[in-house]
């Protein structure tokens, strides 16, 4: 667990806790092996004890994971309850003792070719977990570029799950915004409104509103969007609208930034060379990152309900 590419020592896979070095596959697979597959992205939060860790929004997370599998016709042959248990379990025997980043990932079973042919898959499930700091309140910002590539739309690919073919829509607008210069991208759909970033959704800032593309606009289904929605209402009062945005209102918004689990919530703070607001991050952004902190590491109580605590200082059993 040393050195740049630290790797946890289990990974949870088809069922069983294995060892790191015991879960190959087959060079041959690569290739077709994922194009059906889904995923899930979760973070884990140290507390502000050193044996406390919060997973936000488990079960969420796990629900979508439910859904994803539905939506490509994948069998998930697992309980929730299971899952949990499971990573809850794999967190303490990797001794996680700081901001960690969860993958559950499914994909079909079968490895003879024969992934297009057929129509139910037996899925396989993996779960790993590997350390990714939090960046919120550390003053990153990025700048962003409005994408040429427009996000997929429900008539070809399904926007609001984590479908790994997904992910090359979102790869090639972000290579082109930094080729071009650019930290990030930001996605129109077909009908020419904002929709999102390549891994994380858009909120806007304008006076005492927050403006975010609404579940319509082809975006992924956010539970962080969700989270950061109820705490603009209910913990900075502010109104909160979901609605169809013009790629113009980015450009004379007060603030901007992306949100999602990766992204946590990211100022950006010029777009297409447009600086948003004074070009600097915003009181409201700056507000909601201390904000979702708090409820991330267990300082809010009114949001318990959000955390999955992991004791990660009660010894382990191997
Ligand atoms: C994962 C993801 C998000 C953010 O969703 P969260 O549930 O908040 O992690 C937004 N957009 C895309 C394309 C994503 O893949």
């Given at each position: 667990?040393s050195?740049e590419h630290?790797?946890?020592e289990?990974?949870?896979w088809?069922?069983?806790r294995?060892p790191?070095?015991?879960?190959t596959i087959h060079?041959?697979?690569?290739?077709w092996s994922?194009?059906?597959a889904?995923?899930?992205?979760?973070r884990a939060?140290?507390?502000?004890n050193?044996d406390?860790l919060?997973?936000?929004?488990f079960r969420e997370?796990?629900?979508?994971?439910e859904?994803?599998?539905r939506?490509?016709r994948?069998?998930l042959?697992?309980?929730?309850?299971?899952?949990t248990?499971a990573?809850?379990?794999?967190l303490?025997v990797?001794?996680?003792r700081e901001?960690?980043?969860?993958?559950?990932?499914?994909?079909?079973?079968?490895?003879?070719?024969k992934?297009?042919?057929q129509i139910a898959?037996?899925?396989?499930?993996?779960i790993?977990?590997s350390?990714?700091a939090?960046h919120?309140?550390?003053g990153?910002t990025?700048?962003a570029?409005v994408s040429?590539?427009?996000?997929i739309?429900?008539?070809?690919m399904?926007p609001r799950v984590?479908?790994?073919?997904n992910?090359?829509?979102?790869?090639?607008?972000?290579m082109?915004?930094r080729?071009?210069?650019?930290d990030?991208?930001i996605l129109?759909?077909h009908q020419g409104?904002?929709?999102?970033g390549p891994?994380?959704c858009?909120?806007?800032?304008l006076?005492d509103?927050?403006?975010?593309?609404d579940v319509?606009?082809?975006i992924?289904?956010?539970?962080?969007?969700d989270a950061?929605?109820k705490?603009?209402?209910?913990?900075?009062?502010?109104?909160?609208?979901?609605?169809?945005?013009?790629r113009?209102?980015?450009?004379l918004?007060?603030?901007?930034?992306?949100?999602g689990t990766a992204?946590?919530?990211?100022?950006?703070?010029n777009i297409?060379?447009?600086?948003?607001?004074?070009?600097?991050i915003?009181?409201?952004?700056?507000?909601?990152?201390?904000?979702?902190?708090?409820?991330l590491r267990g300082r809010d109580?009114?949001y318990g309900?959000?955390?999955?605590?992991?004791?990660v200082?009660a010894a382990?059993v191997?």
């Amino acid at each position: 667990m040393s050195g740049e590419h630290r790797h946890p020592e289990y990974i949870w896979w088809n069922g069983e806790r294995r060892p790191w070095d015991d879960c190959t596959i087959h060079v041959t697979e690569l290739g077709w092996s994922t194009v059906g597959a889904v995923f899930e992205g979760i973070r884990a939060y140290a507390g502000d004890n050193a044996d406390e860790l919060y997973i936000f929004r488990f079960r969420e997370h796990l629900e979508r994971l439910e859904r994803s599998m539905r939506l490509v016709r994948l069998t998930l042959e697992y309980g929730l309850e299971e899952l949990t248990a499971a990573t809850v379990d794999l967190l303490r025997v990797n001794e996680v003792r700081e901001d960690t980043y969860i993958r559950p990932l499914a994909y079909a079973r079968e490895t003879s070719g024969k992934r297009f042919a057929q129509i139910a898959n037996d899925a396989a499930l993996l779960i790993n977990t590997s350390p990714m700091a939090s960046h919120l309140k550390t003053g990153l910002t990025q700048t962003a570029k409005v994408s040429s590539w427009r996000r997929i739309s429900e008539d070809v690919m399904p926007p609001r799950v984590k479908n790994i073919s997904n992910y090359r829509n979102s790869q090639l607008a972000g290579m082109e915004a930094r080729l071009d210069g650019y930290d990030t991208a930001i996605l129109l759909n077909h009908q020419g409104k904002v929709s999102e970033g390549p891994g994380a959704c858009v909120m806007l800032v304008l006076g005492d509103q927050v403006i975010t593309p609404d579940v319509g606009s082809g975006i992924l289904e956010s539970i962080t969007r969700d989270a950061l929605l109820k705490l603009c209402r209910e913990v900075l009062g502010l109104k909160v609208v979901e609605r169809a945005v013009d790629r113009t209102e980015l450009y004379l918004a007060d603030e901007v930034f992306t949100c999602g689990t990766a992204a946590e919530v990211t100022p950006i703070v010029n777009i297409d060379k447009y600086a948003v607001g004074n070009g600097e991050i915003g009181p409201v952004t700056r507000a909601l990152e201390g904000a979702f902190d708090d409820v991330l590491r267990g300082r809010d109580a009114r949001y318990g309900h959000w955390r999955t605590p992991v004791e990660v200082g009660a010894a382990a059993v191997a």
